[in-house]
Protein backbone atom coordinates (compact mmCIF):
# COMPACT_ATOMS: atom_id res chain seq x y z
CA UNK A 1 0.00 0.00 0.00
CA UNK A 2 1.21 3.21 -1.01
CA UNK A 3 2.36 6.12 1.70
CA UNK A 4 0.62 9.47 0.61
CA UNK A 5 1.40 12.26 2.39
CA UNK A 6 -0.30 15.60 1.76
CA UNK A 7 0.78 19.24 1.93
CA UNK A 8 -1.59 21.36 3.63
CA UNK A 9 -3.49 23.79 1.71
CA UNK A 10 -3.08 27.47 2.77
CA UNK A 11 -6.15 29.01 4.00
CA UNK A 12 -8.29 30.46 1.69
CA UNK A 13 -7.59 34.37 0.24
CA UNK A 14 -10.00 37.16 0.39
CA UNK A 15 -11.77 37.79 -2.78
CA UNK A 16 -9.35 39.75 -4.74
CA UNK A 17 -6.33 38.03 -3.87
CA UNK A 18 -4.72 35.11 -6.03
CA UNK A 19 -6.59 31.56 -5.44
CA UNK A 20 -4.91 29.28 -2.86
CA UNK A 21 -2.36 26.76 -3.91
CA UNK A 22 -3.20 23.75 -4.87
CA UNK A 23 -2.96 20.89 -2.34
CA UNK A 24 0.29 18.38 -3.12
CA UNK A 25 -0.49 14.89 -2.99
CA UNK A 26 3.04 12.51 -2.54
CA UNK A 27 2.68 9.33 -4.13
CA UNK A 28 6.07 7.06 -3.27
CA UNK A 29 4.32 3.77 -4.32
CA UNK A 30 7.33 3.28 -6.71
CA UNK A 31 9.82 4.65 -4.60
CA UNK A 32 13.24 2.76 -3.86
CA UNK A 33 16.16 3.94 -1.39
CA UNK A 34 19.64 4.13 -1.80
CA UNK A 35 22.34 4.39 0.17
CA UNK A 36 25.40 6.87 -0.82
CA UNK A 37 28.39 7.96 1.22
CA UNK A 38 29.71 9.59 -1.98
CA UNK A 39 28.11 12.39 -4.29
CA UNK A 40 29.22 14.39 -7.05
CA UNK A 41 28.28 17.10 -8.95
CA UNK A 42 28.41 18.55 -12.36
CA UNK A 43 26.63 21.30 -15.05
CA UNK A 44 25.82 22.36 -18.40
CA UNK A 45 23.63 25.78 -18.83
CA UNK A 46 20.49 23.81 -19.06
CA UNK A 47 20.93 20.88 -16.09
CA UNK A 48 22.31 19.90 -12.93
CA UNK A 49 23.91 16.37 -12.65
CA UNK A 50 24.15 14.62 -9.29
CA UNK A 51 25.82 11.58 -8.88
CA UNK A 52 25.82 9.22 -6.26
CA UNK A 53 27.64 6.14 -5.34
CA UNK A 54 29.77 3.87 -2.91
CA UNK A 55 33.57 4.16 -1.86
CA UNK A 56 34.40 0.47 -2.08
CA UNK A 57 37.93 1.17 -0.54
CA UNK A 58 38.53 -0.46 2.68
CA UNK A 59 42.29 0.97 3.27
CA UNK A 60 42.96 4.54 2.72
CA UNK A 61 46.42 3.74 1.16
CA UNK A 62 45.19 2.76 -2.01
CA UNK A 63 46.39 4.44 -4.84
CA UNK A 64 43.05 4.00 -6.73
CA UNK A 65 39.95 4.16 -4.69
CA UNK A 66 36.97 2.32 -6.50
CA UNK A 67 33.58 4.20 -6.35
CA UNK A 68 30.63 2.55 -7.57
CA UNK A 69 28.23 4.69 -9.12
CA UNK A 70 24.63 4.07 -8.35
CA UNK A 71 22.64 6.84 -9.30
CA UNK A 72 22.18 9.82 -11.74
CA UNK A 73 19.56 12.95 -10.58
CA UNK A 74 19.58 15.22 -13.47
CA UNK A 75 17.67 18.77 -12.20
CA UNK A 76 17.02 21.76 -13.62
CA UNK A 77 19.09 25.04 -12.38
CA UNK A 78 15.94 25.85 -11.01
CA UNK A 79 15.29 22.43 -9.33
CA UNK A 80 18.83 22.52 -8.01
CA UNK A 81 18.36 26.03 -6.26
CA UNK A 82 15.61 24.85 -4.42
CA UNK A 83 17.37 21.60 -3.42
CA UNK A 84 20.65 24.02 -2.06
CA UNK A 85 18.06 26.18 -0.04
CA UNK A 86 16.29 22.63 1.35
CA UNK A 87 19.70 21.31 2.26
CA UNK A 88 21.05 24.40 3.93
CA UNK A 89 18.01 24.46 6.34
CA UNK A 90 17.87 20.88 7.04
CA UNK A 91 21.35 21.48 8.20
CA UNK A 92 20.83 24.40 9.77
CA UNK A 93 18.60 22.54 11.81
CA UNK A 94 20.70 19.44 12.41
CA UNK A 95 23.55 20.93 13.49
CA UNK A 96 21.88 23.28 15.72
CA UNK A 97 20.49 20.21 17.50
CA UNK A 98 23.43 17.79 17.66
CA UNK A 99 26.55 19.89 17.14
CA UNK A 100 28.47 21.53 14.09
CA UNK A 101 30.04 19.28 11.31
CA UNK A 102 33.15 19.67 10.00
CA UNK A 103 33.51 21.65 6.90
Known amino acids: ?5 SAETPSPRPAGQAQAQPQIKWDDSNMTSSYANVCNVASTREEVVLLFG ?3 AWHSAQKEIPV ?3 DRIILSPMAAKRLSALLA ?4 EYE ?6 PG
Not at 1 to 5: C, P, S, T, V
Not at 96 to 101: V, Y
Open 68 to 70: QLT
Open 54 to 56: INQ
Open 1 to 5: MANER
Open 89 to 92: NILR
Open 96 to 101: ARFGAL
